[in-house]
Every structure is written in structure tokens, then in C-alpha cells.
């Protein structure tokens, strides 16, 4: 299934990913810096979506931080 996330308070405005058997996919970010954000979509194709959010759950930049709540 495919899924688009509206973003907050981060430089990021939009994720769009693929969920299949709860492994994500072709992760791909809206706006923010373009060179990290592929970087970050390429490391967790295919990984547990819970897995990512284990490992990215807040995570800092600036005053702003990784809050997967809603998710």
C-alpha cells in the first residue's frame, strides 16, 4: 500500500513510501536536503517499519526531533 505522510516542524514536507508485509519501500522525501534524505530512503528499503521507527525515534536536529507518533 502506498502512503504520503505530511511532515511537522522539520525540513522535510512530505514522505512517500510503500508498506508490504510491513517492510518499507521505494521511501522517497519532499523538500529538506536532498542528498541525505535519498541517502536515508536507500538504507531503510526494505527494513521493518517498526525497526526504523526503533531506530529513528528521536533523533535531533536543531530543536526539532523524529516523532513517528500518529503513525
Known amino acids: 500500500m502506498h502512503y504520503r505522510y505530511k511532515t511537522q516542524n522539520v525540513c522535510s514536507s512530505e ?19 536532498n542528498g541525505n534524505l535519498k541517502a536515508i530512503g536507500k538504507l531503510v528499503e ?22 513517528f507518533a500518529g503513525i
Open 15 to 33: 514522505i512517500n513510501f510503500d508498506l508490504e508485509d510491513n517492510k518499507l519501500h521505494n521511501v522517497v522525501f519532499t523538500g529538506g536536503c
Open 46 to 67: 526494505g527494513m521493518d517499519a517498526d525497526q526504523v521507527i526503533a531506530l529513528l525515534q528521536g533523533n535531533t536536529c536543531g530543536r526539532n526531533y523524529t516523532n
